[in-house]
Every structure is written in C-alpha cells, then in structure tokens.
C-alpha cells in the first residue's frame, strides 16, 4: 500500500502558511535576522549536532533509533541541513514542505513525540548558549534567539500536525476495515445472497447496510437477499426502520429481503413498539429464510432418494 | 420542445412492451414520454409493459411519480408496468426522501421484468 502523502494531508496551502506564520509572530525581521547569522551557524553546526546526538545517544530509549554508526553519520548529515535551514532566512511553502518531511520520517519511524519534543529543548539549549556567547550585548542575543525559537516551534507545530494526520489516517483506515468487516455479504446459491448481520446497528451503520445490499444486490443481480439479525442484541424502533427502508430500497431495485433470525425478545419489542414491519418476509429461522429464498427463484431443498 | 415526442423508443417483446429510458426525463420529455407509452399500449393493448431505467443516473421524485403514475395509468388501461433497473444510488436516495413507489413492480433487469409480467398474467388466469 502506498503512503498517503503527509503534504496533501496538511493542507500547506499559502492561506494556511500566511495564518501559522502570523501566529507565530514570525516576520520578516526575524528571517532576515537568522539569514545574517548563517556563518555563525556554519560555524558551530557540528559542534551543536555533536552534542544532540550525545544526548539521544545517551538516553536508552532514543539510543534504539539509531543502531549503528553508519545510521547516525546519516542522521547527522541530514540534521546539519535542517539546522542550517533555520538560517536560510525564507519560511515560504517549500520550507514548510520541508518541515512537514521531517516530521513525516519521524512518525515513520515510529519515534513518539516526546522524545521529539524533548529532544527540541536540547537543540534550543544548544543554540542559546552559543547566541549568548557570540554577541556581547545580551539584548541581541536574545532578539535573535527569539527568532530562531518562533521558527524551531513553527518547525514542532507542522510536525506534530503530520504526526496527528498520520494516525488519523491510521484510524480512518482501521474504520474502513471495520466497516467492510460488518457487513460480510455472502452468496448462498445462484442470485441469492444473505447477510448474517452481528452486533449494534447504529445510523451510520445502517446507511452502510443499505448502500452494501444494494450493490451487491444489483452486482450480482440477486432476486432475495435474506438478513439475519439473530447477532444484533437490540432492536429497537430505529433498527426496525432502518431495516424497512432497506427492504424498500432492495424492492426499488427489483429483488427482494427476507428477514430471519428474530428472537422472541426481538418479536416482542417490535410489536410493543408499534413498528409495522408486514411489509417483509419474517421467518424465525435461518434456514426457513434460505428455503423461502430458493423457492423464489424456483429451487428447493429436497432430501435425498425422496 | 420537438425531440421530446417519440424520442424514447417503445418496442414489442413478444406481447409486451419494452422503454428504455436513456436520456433525462425532466418536465417536457417526461410529459411526452408517457403520452407516447399511453398511446402506444391504446393502440397495441399490450397486456405487459417494462420500463428499463437502468440507463438513468438521477431519478428525482418528479421522474420516480411519472414512472408510478405511467404505471398506475396502464393499470386502468388492462397493461401492467414493471420498472426494471434501477440503480442502487438511485434507490437509496429514493428511499431516504421517503419515495418508496408503492404499488410499482420492479425486477432487476428486462429479463426478469418479462418473467414477472408472465407470472402476474398466470396468476390472473387462475384466479
């Protein structure tokens, strides 16, 4: 399965990267400010990556992301150009876009936000030392740590972002799983299909029932589909208006439902609730329904020698 | 509009009648449409008549009680109507704005239309 694209799923549009710049109060003032102090940069950038790395070395849990040598002199060339953006003096789209990357190889490999995060306050350590180090006066190195903070939490907030977009995506797929999972349509003999339906029916679940017995009803140019709802626990005026409206539907297209598998709990709370449910076929048992679906399309069960 | 007339065609299968609707019915063409299929089953008197919509990719309310209606007129004119082939999306919207055609037969296809127009015509003679 291909990877969502972890830039389409932001939605890093101009209008959204004018928005998040401006809330992070990131002008151009702060950008020019970072762009002057590129050699400074260039020239303490090993230094500052050695010493993050010591940390995440150092750390048992964030040790695991890096299991030899070669992975950490990559990791390291590829920290080296993200510091160095930080002073490229732009945030337009494609620095964002950039950013979102970063975030997306993070969530890729699996690396929880915390030690993200928290790995974050180190650089920004890092980098204050040295600011405060390289001006005399104090003021200027404060302006300018300022500018490279509001960029490093401009950095975090599109990387926390990819993080969300990706488990949303996670769930949504996980949803759809689900969703096919519930509603596992089977074909019992030439144009007669039954679906055994198993647990809560909810509105949304039930909006999926129709749309599946319909398609398949018609994919398959079913003349009965028969419902079992000997697996839902409840069914209450809701379920039974639901299962009206897809016996209505499956009519519309030109076949018909029978519905099996009502328990005397169930029979008796349609009928205390006052749903008229007359106009679908209803037998007690699965196997009533399979019979009375195949004399529908003139087949019957005989037993053998008779 | 002058394409309306006589532009869905209306042929014989054995005694029945067969439409098969493919372009949009909307006010005028459905208007023509059933004066055409009136017509056509006064001067044949087809005891069956199918309506296959499978061509149809909208079928709002306004097109679903032309089709019923057609159906209902028939009925007094001796013919029954099956419409055949409607679409699931068609079906679903249909049934969530509470458009269920009661009283209509629907089959899944013509083939099935001509088969449930016979039984309905062995079920009259027996009775």
Same mark, same amino acid.
């Given at each position: 399965? #291909?990877?969502?694209?972890?830039?389409?799923?932001? $939605?890093?549009?101009?209008?959204?990267?004018?928005?998040?710049?401006?809330?992070?109060?990131?002008?151009?003032?702060?950008?020019?400010?970072?762009?002057?102090?590129?050699?400074?940069?260039?020239?303490? *950038?090993?230094?500052?990556?050695?010493?993050?790395?010591?940390?995440?070395?150092? !750390?048992?849990? *964030?040790?695991?992301?890096?299991?030899?040598?070669?992975?950490?002199?990559?990791?390291?060339?590829?920290?080296?150009?993200?510091?160095?953006?930080?002073?490229?003096?732009?945030?337009?789209?494609?620095?964002?876009? $950039?950013?979102?990357?970063?975030?997306?190889?993070?969530? !890729?490999?699996?690396?929880?936000?915390?030690?993200?995060?928290?790995?974050?306050?180190?650089?920004?350590?890092?980098? !204050?030392?040295? @600011?405060?180090?390289?001006?005399?006066?104090?003021?200027?190195? $404060? @302006?300018?740590?300022?500018?490279?903070?509001?960029?490093?939490?401009?950095?975090?907030?599109?990387?926390?972002?990819?993080?969300?977009?990706? $488990?949303?995506?996670?769930?949504?797929? !996980?949803?759809?799983?689900?969703?096919?999972?519930?509603?596992?349509?089977?074909?019992?003999?030439?144009?007669?299909? /039954?679906?055994?339906?198993?647990?809560?029916? %909810?509105?949304?679940?039930?909006?999926?029932?129709?749309? #599946?017995?319909?398609?398949?009803?018609?994919?398959?140019?079913?003349?009965?589909?028969?419902? %079992?709802?000997?697996?839902?626990?409840?069914?209450?005026?809701?379920?039974?208006?639901?299962?009206?409206? *897809? #016996?209505?539907?499956?009519?519309?297209?030109?076949?018909?439902?029978?519905?099996?598998?009502?328990?005397?709990?169930?029979?008796?709370?349609?009928?205390?609730?006052?749903?008229?449910?007359?106009?679908?076929?209803?037998?007690?048992?699965?196997?009533?329904?399979?019979?009375?679906? /195949?004399?529908?399309?003139?087949?019957?069960?005989?037993?053998?020698?008779? | 509009?002058?394409?309306?007339?006589?532009?869905?065609?209306?042929?014989?299968?054995?005694?029945?009648?067969? =439409?098969?609707?493919?372009?949009? +019915?909307?006010? =005028?063409?459905?208007?023509?449409?059933?004066?055409?299929?009136?017509?056509?089953?006064?001067?044949?008197?087809?005891?069956?008549?199918?309506?296959?919509?499978?061509? &149809?990719?909208?079928?709002?309310?306004?097109?679903?009680?032309? &089709?019923?209606?057609?159906?209902?007129?028939?009925?007094?004119?001796?013919?029954?109507?099956?419409?055949?082939?409607?679409?699931?999306? =068609?079906?679903?919207?249909?049934?969530?704005?509470?458009?269920?055609?009661?009283? =209509?037969?629907?089959? +899944?296809?013509?083939?099935?239309?001509?088969?449930?127009?016979?039984?309905?015509?062995?079920?009259?003679?027996?009775?």
């Amino acid at each position: 399965m #291909t990877r969502p694209d972890p830039l389409a799923r932001l $939605n890093l549009d101009d209008h959204e990267l004018v928005s998040r710049r401006s809330f992070f109060a990131i002008g151009t003032d702060d950008l020019e400010r970072l762009a002057a102090l590129r050699p400074f940069a260039e020239q303490h *950038t090993d230094a500052i990556i050695d010493a993050f790395y010591e940390m995440l070395l150092a !750390h048992p849990e *964030t040790r695991k992301f890096f299991p030899d040598e070669t992975s950490v002199r990559r990791v390291k060339r590829v920290q080296r150009d993200y510091f160095l953006g930080l002073f490229g003096g732009v945030c337009d789209r494609a620095y964002a876009e $950039n950013r979102a990357r970063v975030g997306a190889t993070h969530e !890729h490999i699996a690396m929880a936000p915390k030690w993200y995060l928290g790995a974050y306050r180190r650089y920004l350590e890092l980098l !204050h030392e040295r @600011l405060y180090a390289h001006f005399a006066d104090p003021a200027e190195a $404060n @302006l300018a740590y300022q500018s490279a903070q509001k960029l490093v939490f401009f950095d975090m907030s599109i990387a926390i972002d990819t993080y969300i977009s990706a $488990n949303i995506d996670a769930i949504r797929r !996980h949803q759809a799983a689900i969703r096919e999972l519930s509603t596992p349509v089977i074909r019992v003999h030439d144009r007669v299909l /039954l679906l055994p339906l198993v647990g809560t029916v %909810d509105s949304g679940r039930a909006h999926q029932i129709m749309e #599946t017995v319909l398609t398949r009803v018609t994919d398959e140019q079913a003349k009965v589909i028969i419902l %079992d709802i000997a697996g839902v626990p409840v069914v209450d005026t809701k379920v039974a208006q639901h299962l009206l409206q *897809t #016996t209505a539907a499956v009519k519309l297209v030109g076949a018909r439902t029978i519905l099996t598998g009502i328990s005397a709990q169930v029979a008796r709370t349609i009928v205390q609730l006052g749903v008229d449910i007359s106009a679908m076929d209803t037998v007690s048992r699965l196997q009533d329904g399979i019979e009375l679906a /195949l004399a529908h399309v003139g087949k019957a069960i005989t037993a053998k020698g008779a | 509009m002058s394409v309306a007339k006589g532009s869905i065609p209306i042929l014989r299968v054995g005694p029945n009648l067969l =439409v098969t609707v493919h372009i949009d +019915l909307h006010d =005028v063409v459905a208007e023509a449409f059933q004066e055409d299929v009136l017509t056509e089953l006064e001067k044949r008197r087809a005891p069956g008549l199918v309506i296959d919509i499978s061509g &149809l990719d909208i079928v709002d309310t306004y097109v679903a009680r032309i &089709l019923s209606e057609t159906g209902r007129m028939a009925r007094l004119m001796g013919t029954e109507t099956v419409v055949v082939g409607m679409r699931p999306d =068609v079906a679903a919207t249909l049934i969530r704005m509470g458009y269920a055609m009661e009283g =209509v037969n629907t089959a +899944l296809n013509v083939d099935d239309g001509i088969e449930t127009l016979a039984g309905i015509a062995a079920g009259k003679k027996t009775a």
